[in-house]
């Protein structure tokens, strides 16, 4: 059986569905013929996590642990505080202390606030793949330096690498929001190139995510999604409670909070008999002030439900449940190459989606070929008022129908399969010697720590 070894920031992951990725692949790889090994930092400071997620881990699986340093405890010293916000990068007024801490964020921690594992763990993982080699290192990121790591191992080995990103990189949108000085930036963008280019093949989570790095490098690269895992899903579905249940589950960010949306359901609870009586916002996960606050304002207050964070198991049933999915993007025209990780496990779910972003987003494109719901524009209230008042007629006629569309691709048995003949694929390309590192030592930044 071939080795894979897995670079992860998060592990075991919270509660994100696109963290849950390798966890997944972790799971399902052995089946393909492939050993996985984890690498993962010891004691992060993780925002949030979700232990059920360790009993999806096989117990054979070696996990392997690295000191990190990290500046979120002398943050919160600063500050005084915890964050209130879902994405503080990108939301929110800011005090100037939060401020401060931002541009020392932004220009002291580069490529990000994890930066700081990298030169540890170099020298923690090369001792051990000289006693226990592997066929290949996989970097999964954000963080995005975590792929600094896979670089100089396969710059001092030779074994094949690929970077998978389940983010763009310097194409994320909430950069635009870090006060970045020009001398930051053009080193971000240089990192990034080297990794694309010293990398053996780029792995990306979205097609269109796959053609922006296509143009930026001769690098192959692949596209394998996310997905959801059937196991998830087995068994009938729970019964509801019989009232109209608009659920969201996840962070629920300001920068994605949909008003328009509010605004239809606040007029479909005056115009429609029953609309107010038996309408639920279902929502699970952490959830902005500002999203509540849209709510109250459309006068839904009392139709609110917070939940707040739930394991993966109780996150499913509530999906399972729902009469509408509710997926709002975050409100910004670089965010419509995304692919949300839950977007796939509502796909699973079988609940009819209403999603909120760009109408020709990535988003959008799978919902149309999975005919498992609709996306409309931040803006656009006619196509969520029929959206919502479809489905509304339709439980109030005897119940809303399960979605239909083929989904089999998303499976992480699918996934993971590709995932397996790429792996065997990349194993196979090893160019060890002199020129190997000669090659690399020109496309990666050597003054990089």
Known sequence: MKRVLVIAYYWPPSGGSGVQRWVKFVKYLPSEGWEPVVFAPDGADYPSLDPSFQKEVPASVEVLRGRIWEPYAAYRKLTGAESTQVTEISSGKKSWKQKLSLWVRANCFVPDPRAGWVKPSVKTLRKYLEEHPVDVIVTTGPPHSVHLIGQKLHHATGIPWIPDFRDPWSRMYYLRYLPMTSA??????????????????????????????????????????????????????????????????????????????????????????????????????????????????????????????????????????????????????????????????????????????????????????????????????????????????????????????????????????????????????????????????????????
């Open 184 to 449: 930051t930036w053009r080193r971000l963008r240089r990192l990034e190139q080297s990794v694309l280019d010293s990398c053996s093949t780029v792995l990306a989570c979205t097609p269109q995510v796959q053609e922006d790095f296509r143009a930026q490098t001769r690098t192959p690269v692949a596209c394998i999604t996310n997905g959801f895992d059937e196991e998830d899903f087995t068994g009938p579905a729970p019964r509801g409670d019989g009232l109209f249940n608009i659920t969201h589950t996840g962070l629920f960010a300001a920068d994605g909070n949909p008003q328009e949306l509010w605004k239809v359901l606040g007029k479909l609870a005056v115009s429609e008999p029953g609309f107010r009586e038996e309408l639920r916002i279902r929502l699970v996960g952490k959830v902005d002030w500002e999203v509540l606050e849209a709510i109250s304002a459309a006068g839904l207050s009392d139709n609110v439900v917070l939940l707040g964070p739930l394991n993966h198991a109780d996150a499913v049933r509530e999906q399972r449940s729902a009469s509408i999915l509710l997926l709002p993007l975050r409100n910004d025209p670089l965010y419509a190459p995304i692919l949300p990780g839950k977007l796939f496990e509502y796909l699973a779910a079988r609940r009819p989606v209403l999603g909120i972003g760009q109408e020709d987003g990535a988003m959008a494109q799978l919902l149309f070929q999975a005919r498992a719901g609709i996306t409309a524009d931040w803006d656009n209230q006619a196509p969520m008022r029929a959206f919502v008042a479809t489905a509304w007629h339709q439980h109030c006629g005897g119940g809303i129908p399960a979605t239909t569309g083929d989904i089999g691709p998303y499976t992480r048995r699918a996934t993971t399969h590709a995932l397996a003949q790429l792996l065997s694929q990349v194993s196979g390309t090893c160019v060890a010697g002199p020129q190997k590192s000669a090659d690399l030592r020109r496309n990666t930044p050597q003054n990089e720590d």
